[in-house]
């Protein structure tokens, strides 16, 4: 894949992941989520075809990931990694390719609003369409620049035009009763466990160091010893403090503001106790009039319009300064620059140099840019305006550092840290097959717990309890003895976690009824099958878009 790509959705995941919550969300929250850029001025436009769409276009890749960033929030996929929802962006425009290839109906309104009322964002706690959050989030689009009402329209018709194509490529989504019934002895066994955590903290492995093991491991491990390049920096600040607007917004202005964004200005704790403070015949007033908290919150939405646009105001300073050094075609570390620079009143700030695992202390949120700083060179020397706390920075290259590969001597401290840390953590695993079958011949003679204790495990006991309703403090690494299908009577492998070795005793295991008798048969069956037909179509848009990259990956240059 396009690393940028990644980068974007890092960059605006939390924009499109705050409207899909279903409330209110106020205008410059798209604002600053998408920083607006020129793109990389002078440079050739990177060409990369994708069923119609140029992903080699920044705008245009934008909406791209923008519309399935927005879709997967749809449908609930709140948790979804970048390389996920980057992933179902690209099977998205497959999949509508495929759609206008098979001819595939754009929704009728009937359908159409059939498909908006089924989707997760949109409905409550009991799984029904809940009409106010959907209002909620109809207005929030009305303030915004950034995604609107006419872009969200799109994307609901896409993805009904999506649902309709996997009812066609996915098929009916055939299971083997054998595979259903190893389903329900999954999820519906009834199991009562008992598990033993061992502190690894408290594991004395008795390691000792020696110059001879050092070096042997730093012999075996030195690229994690390795200093990469370092590029080293300067960056032009636009504070939003500096470009405040020089007069507050009109009292109009800050009512409507208030009235589109009411879920961001809650009203202060003061003034909820002052009213909880009020007569009886007072609140019986207050309670006949229609409730208007904007003069409790006045300040707040004043403030907030304000820093809006003065951080408005920053990004266009910003884009405005990149675009000058280009014009003027100022190259790096030159005097040209240096002028550009002081004739707007700045100073370019330089930077130690620096890792991105180890950015500077003053400013540790300038790794998330690793994308944009590691595409900077002599040549290309100038980042686009990227969001800072205070404001807008523009990076600029002043020298790399090359990397190296250290002496010993020079990391024996740390190197010694990692070689005492990873025998520690190798004789932890020995010692915890050990135990496991001191553990698994107590469970024989029935005295499980006893034995867990007397070895100072932390000993706790879950009862009657299925996969499908598992109690809430049960350690994951229980989780794998359940997948391993343990029988009653035995004691499952150490699982090693960061701060604890988990053994986990079957104490009680009762399967269900696997027959087709069984109600919950044809309700696991159906589930399957929805399951194995969504594969399927995962499988056909993955192929496409598979096939779609390759077709147009950049030629690979033979070595010389």
Known sequence: MISWIQTYFQKHFRTVFAVLLGVTIISFIFTIGAAPGIGRAGNKVLEQPFFGHNLGNEQEARRVFRDGNFSAQLRGAFQASSAQLQEYSLSRIAGLALADELHVPAPTEKELGAFIADLPAFKDENGAFNATRYKQFEDSLKASRDFTIADANRVFRDDARLEALGKIVSGPGYVLPGDVAEQLKRSDATWSLVTAAWDYASFDAGVTVNDVALQKFFDENAFRYEVPARPKLSLVEFKTAEFLPPTPPSEAEMRA???????????????????????????????????????KVRSQVEQTMKDLAGRNRASKAANDFTVAIYERKAAANSPELAALIAAQHRSAVALAPFTFDAPPADRPWVSNYAEQITRLTKDRFFSDPVPSPDGYVVFLWNDTLPGYKPMLNE?????ATDYKESEKRKRFVEAGKTLRAKLQAAAKAGNFEAAAKADKLEVKTYANFSLRQPPQDLPYAAYG????????????????????????????????????????????????AQYTAAANQSAVLSALVEAELKKHAPAKTAAP
């Open 257 to 295: 503001f208030y009235e589109a964004n009411k879920e961001r200005f809650p009203v202060p704790a003061e003034a909820a106790k002052a009213e909880d403070k009020k007569p009886a015949v007072a609140l019986a007033a207050d309670a006949a009039k229609a409730t208007d908290n904007f003069p």
């Open 411 to 415: 990391v024996k401290d740390k190197v």
């Open 481 to 528: 003895a359940l997948q391993a299908s343990l029988e009653k009577g035995e004691v499952s492998e150490m699982v090693a976690t960061g701060d604890k070795g988990v053994f986990t005793f079957v104490a009680d295991k009762k399967l269900p009824d696997v027959s087709q008798a069984n109600p919950r048969f044809a309700e696991v069956q159906k589930q399957l």
